[in-house]
């Protein structure tokens, strides 16, 4: 099979940001269903993991981020897209802003909560695997 773009895995980052040991959490309806999860969307051509997680807080949250560290590394495909994907977790410091809710970006109501009650979420999957792992406390330096 010839690889071409339509046939490759997607990559995206998701990104745990962290505020006075609480994580952000947004709720996404986009799907027809309840679901959470915390910032995040495609790595894009030309800029650093650390460049892409911090644009992706700041479009889907308003918020600025720093000191950015690998987590988490997760495969899974998505039937409904006929697609496979890496999400690439990653946690950040806040460091200033107030959360909004940028509609066309399909999270809202964002929240800072424990990251042991964002597990009792219905979670998209990658999120969780992301949450689970930064509570582990292995963080790659």
């Known amino acids: 099979m010839r690889n071409n773009e339509n046939n490759r895995p997607s990559v995206g980052v998701?990104?745990?940001v962290l505020k006075d040991k609480r994580v952000l959490i947004g709720e996404d309806r986009r799907k027809g269903k309840r679901m959470f999860g915390v910032p995040g969307g495609h790595w894009e051509n030309k800029e650093s993991l650390r460049e892409a997680a911090i644009r992706e807080v700041k479009e889907e949250s308003g918020l600025e981020c720093n000191t950015i560290k690998l987590v988490?590394?997760?495969?899974?495909?998505r039937a409904d897209k006929k697609r496979s994907y890496v999400t690439i977790g990653l946690k950040a410091q806040y460091v200033s802003g107030q959360p909004q809710d940028l509609e066309d970006e399909g999270r809202m109501n964002w929240k800072w909560i424990k990251p042991e009650k964002a597990l009792e979420l219905n979670l998209?999957?990658?999120d969780r695997i992301l949450i689970e792992r930064y509570i582990s406390g292995i963080i790659f330096e």
């Open 14 to 16: 998701a990104v745990v």
């Open 124 to 126: 998209f999957p990658p």
């Open 72 to 77: 988490s590394v997760y495969d899974f495909y």
